[in-house]
């Protein structure tokens, strides 16, 4: 495994890159899943310099797709948590702007974008639970979430931190 991993893992992590779009810590992560990958197949690769390379920059490219599609499948999030503000607890003006700012903000959503987004981030329910009570398939609710956040934040404008 050391002797592979010399080998291969520099000019495989700069092919994740580019794949990657730069993107080095991904990168970093998608080259470890690779090189695990391979270990757990270090007893059936070739010996072959030249078949491993292919053998690994396949399983990489794999590795890739899978990672993006992973991402895409879950709903973006609407804004950045600052962890260095935090609000003091007598002051509940915060809340109240918050509010007013979702109050005017819903109805102006689909409704299917609007009934997702209540049911996920107010009542709490899964998105398991709201494709049953809506009788839609799983994937149907998490891209009406995911747009209906988008649609949100289009009319919310920026968070503090974007």
């Not at 903000?105 to 049911?119: G, M, W």
């Not at 494709?131 to 920026?158: D, F, I, M, N, Q």
């Amino acid at each position: 495994m050391r002797a592979l991993h010399d080998a291969h893992a520099e000019p495989l992590l700069r092919f994740l890159l580019k794949l990657t779009l730069g993107e080095r810590h991904l990168a970093e992560d998608l080259l470890q899943e690779t090189l695990l990958k391979a270990w757990r197949r270090i007893g059936d690769l070739d010996i072959d310099h030249e078949s491993q390379r292919r053998w690994l920059w396949t399983v990489a490219r794999r590795v890739a797709i899978d990672a993006a599609r992973a991402r895409q499948s879950r709903p973006t999030e609407v804004g950045a948590l600052d962890l260095t503000r935090v609000p003091d607890d007598s002051d509940a003006t915060e809340g109240v702007v918050a509010t007013e700012t979702l109050r005017k903000a819903l109805p102006r959503l689909t409704p299917e974008h609007r009934t997702v987004l209540v049911d996920l981030y107010f009542r709490g329910l899964s998105t398991v639970e709201i494709a049953a009570r809506l009788g839609v398939p799983e994937g149907t609710v998490k891209s009406r979430a995911h747009y209906g956040l988008r649609s949100l934040r289009a009319l919310v404008g920026p968070v503090d931190g974007d």
